[in-house]
């Protein structure tokens, strides 16, 4: 038995280690796991329902964390059920039957079911729509709610694309009497409710304690999404701890910064972002094919990714990524060749060049890309004039909208969007029967192979035309702490998804 002298001892012992680690010991040691995260992003987004705004940065804080569709899309780019737990397609593809899941209640307690689906699709095909995407919904004639459960859309012809689209940030299901006011307050069904958005800083979310789904509700008790544009500021605040997470590093530059960094990780991964220089084809000089042609072989375009985007990135020919169904490599259908294009130009009449304007977002790599395709022109003989233009509310108002523009360039962030070639209106004005035809056939069926197939022709034909320059694909630049798992490295779709978010002990 141990003497009195020895259980004194060993008690103040104790008591002095148990006074130094809490005094003089590491936090980590003591500390609880993390249950929030700070994500960084370069644009604060216009407002925060997807349904009525078209910027890219209302889903990347919105989709999946506040607001479901009824189907979605995964990390690997494909279609599962969501909010709508199965589906039928009638033989003639005009008919979709949804079964709709149950329980499903939106933050301020409205309940999900088939009127508030009609609701939703309603609003958003309707006559006053804004939504960004109303031609998802063109063929849906008419919406049918035989039960609670049981959502009918009627179609006026094969739509193959529809269960892709009915995924989007644009059709994301809202709620009766809450979606007037989603633009500041968004309510939805997601693993996560809004909190506040300081405007200028921060959106802020807290975790949904009564979602629908137990098994995938979010691990994070809370998240918020930091806004700064400056790429320095962005490395300083990953480099302090201030944001967890940049999932899109502004700077490809600055990369090699976070070399050796103990704590940080920097992932590259890919997107969906195609960087193109779309022209106005009604205008002179550029409704000439030849023109077009000319000023697509002027550019070198790894010379283009190397100074642009510090060799990051992908060349293409094409409006279409590696990544989507069908894919083909058409870089070489007109290749960089200065003096063919010198020929191009002067058979076209503009022996003694030609000069333009181009509009070009404030974005660094739209600066970057158009000061390197200006230097590449002057080559052949070609004189463009910058003239930066603030985005998105300058350049969605005099190039989405007016088309009051000679050149532009823009990442083109939706996936699959090829079909905008054959929208009338859209800004490039690029009219051509043939590349319509084959876009109405990959709707007529849903066989995957057999739209593959298509897509195929449809790039064949923009590579052959050059309705835009086709430049290159962004790299998904991400740095954020090693610790933190669950992010996408890869972007099927522009999202920051935080339901799958966790901090490794």
């Given at each position: 038995?141990?003497?009195?002298?020895?259980?004194?001892?060993?008690?103040?012992?104790?008591?002095?280690?148990?006074?130094?680690?809490?005094?003089?010991?590491?936090?980590?040691?003591?500390?609880?796991?993390?249950?929030?995260?700070?994500?960084?992003?370069?644009?604060?987004?216009?407002?925060?329902?997807p349904?009525?705004?078209?910027?890219?940065?209302?889903?990347?804080?919105?989709?999946?964390?506040?607001?479901?569709?009824?189907?979605?899309?995964?990390?690997?780019?494909?279609?599962?059920?969501?909010?709508?737990?199965?589906?039928?397609?009638?033989?003639?593809?005009?008919?979709?039957?949804?079964?709709?899941?149950?329980?499903?209640?939106?933050?301020?307690?409205?309940?999900?079911?088939?009127?508030?689906?009609?609701?939703?699709?309603?609003?958003?095909?309707?006559?006053?729509s804004?939504?960004?995407?109303?031609?998802?919904?063109?063929?849906?004639?008419s919406?049918?709610?035989?039960?609670?459960?049981?959502?009918?859309?009627?179609?006026?012809?094969?739509?193959?694309?529809?269960?892709?689209?009915?995924?989007?940030?644009?059709?994301?299901?809202?709620?009766?009497?809450?979606?007037?006011?989603?633009?500041?307050?968004?309510?939805?069904?997601?693993?996560?409710?809004?909190?506040?958005?300081?405007?200028?800083?921060?959106?802020?979310?807290?975790?949904?304690?009564?979602?629908?789904?137990?098994?995938?509700?979010?691990?994070?008790?809370?998240?918020?999404?930091?806004?700064?544009?400056?790429?320095?500021?962005?490395?300083?605040?990953?480099?302090?701890?201030?944001?967890?997470?940049?999932?899109?590093?502004?700077?490809?530059?600055?990369?090699q910064?976070?070399?050796?960094?103990?704590?940080?990780?920097t992932?590259?991964?890919?997107?969906?972002?195609?960087?193109?220089?779309?022209?106005?084809?009604?205008?002179?000089?550029?409704?000439?094919?030849?023109?077009?042609?000319?000023?697509?072989?002027?550019?070198?375009?790894n010379?283009?990714?190397?100074?642009?985007?510090?060799?990051?990135?992908?060349?293409?020919?094409?409006?279409?990524?590696?990544?989507?169904?069908?894919?083909?490599?058409?870089?070489?259908?007109?290749?960089?060749?200065?003096?063919?294009?010198?020929?191009?130009?002067?058979?076209?009449?503009?022996?003694?060049?030609?000069?333009?304007?181009?509009?070009?977002?404030?974005?660094a790599?739209?600066?970057?890309?158009?000061?390197?395709?200006?230097?590449?022109?002057?080559?052949?003989?070609?004189?463009?004039?910058?003239?930066?233009?603030?985005?998105?509310?300058?350049?969605?108002s005099?190039?989405?909208?007016?088309?009051?523009?000679?050149?532009?360039?823009?990442?083109?962030?939706?996936?699959?969007d090829?079909d905008i070639?054959?929208?009338?209106?859209?800004?490039?004005?690029?009219?051509?029967?043939?590349?319509?035809?084959?876009?109405?056939?990959?709707?007529?069926?849903?066989?995957?192979?057999?739209?593959?197939?298509?897509?195929g022709?449809?790039?064949?034909?923009?590579?052959?035309?050059?309705?835009?320059?086709?430049?290159?694909?962004?790299?998904?630049?991400?740095?954020?702490?090693?610790?933190?798992?669950?992010?996408?490295?890869?972007?099927?779709?522009?999202s920051?998804?935080?339901?799958?978010?966790?901090?490794?002990?």
């Open positions: 038995m141990p003497t009195r002298s020895k259980i004194v001892a060993a008690t103040i012992s104790a008591c002095i280690a148990t006074a130094a680690l809490g005094a003089g010991a590491p936090r980590d040691a003591l500390a609880a796991p993390k249950t929030s995260v700070t994500i960084g992003m370069s644009v604060e987004p216009t407002g925060l329902d349904t009525i705004a078209a910027p890219v940065a209302i889903g990347q804080v919105t989709w999946q964390n506040i607001f479901e569709g009824l189907t979605t899309i995964d990390r690997d780019g494909q279609v599962q059920p969501q909010l709508a737990e199965s589906w039928e397609i009638s033989e003639d593809g005009l008919t979709y039957t949804f079964k709709l899941r149950t329980g499903v209640t939106f933050h301020d307690g409205e309940a999900f079911d088939s009127s508030v689906a009609k609701f939703t699709i309603e609003r958003a095909r309707g006559e006053d804004v939504n960004p995407q109303k031609r998802y919904f063109a063929t849906v004639e919406v049918e709610t035989p039960n609670a459960q049981t959502l009918v859309l009627k179609l006026s012809k094969p739509t193959g694309s529809l269960l892709y689209w009915l995924a989007w940030p644009s059709s994301s299901m809202v709620g009766t009497r809450s979606a007037e006011n989603n633009k500041t307050t968004p309510i939805g069904t997601g693993p996560f409710k809004f909190v506040s958005w300081a405007r200028g800083d921060k959106v802020e979310l807290a975790r949904n304690p009564d979602y629908w789904n137990p098994e995938a509700a979010a691990r994070l008790e809370t998240a918020a999404f930091r806004f700064m544009s400056d790429p320095q500021a962005q490395a300083a605040a990953l480099k302090a701890g201030d944001v967890d997470a940049f999932p899109e590093f502004a700077a490809p530059e600055l990369m910064s976070f070399d050796g960094d103990e704590r940080l990780t992932v590259i991964g890919n997107t969906e972002l195609k960087v193109v220089a779309g022209m106005n084809n009604a205008r002179k000089p550029f409704d000439d094919k030849r023109v077009r042609q000319a000023l697509m072989m002027a550019l070198d375009r010379m283009v990714v190397e100074g642009a985007w510090s060799g990051f990135g992908t060349p293409i020919g094409s409006h279409y990524t590696p990544n989507d169904p069908g894919y083909v490599d058409l870089t070489g259908t007109h290749p960089y060749d200065p003096e063919k294009a010198k020929a191009l130009l002067a058979e076209a009449g503009f022996a003694n060049g030609l000069s333009f304007t181009i509009k070009a977002p404030q974005m790599y739209a600066q970057r890309t158009s000061q390197i395709m200006q230097a590449m022109f002057a080559e052949i003989g070609v004189t463009m004039n910058i003239e930066t233009t603030e985005f998105p509310a300058k350049w969605v005099d190039v989405l909208k007016a088309a009051d523009y000679e050149m532009t360039i823009v990442a083109h962030a939706e996936p699959m090829i070639y054959a929208r009338d209106p859209y800004y490039f004005n690029y009219k051509n029967p043939a590349f319509n035809a084959v876009l109405d056939k990959v709707q007529q069926t849903s066989d995957a192979s057999e739209q593959a197939a298509l897509y022709e449809a790039q064949t034909i923009l590579a052959e035309d050059v309705p835009a320059l086709y430049l290159f694909v962004m790299p998904k630049l991400g740095v954020w702490d090693r610790k933190l798992k669950g992010l996408w490295e890869n972007e099927p779709i522009p920051n998804v935080l339901a799958e978010v966790y901090w490794e002990e």
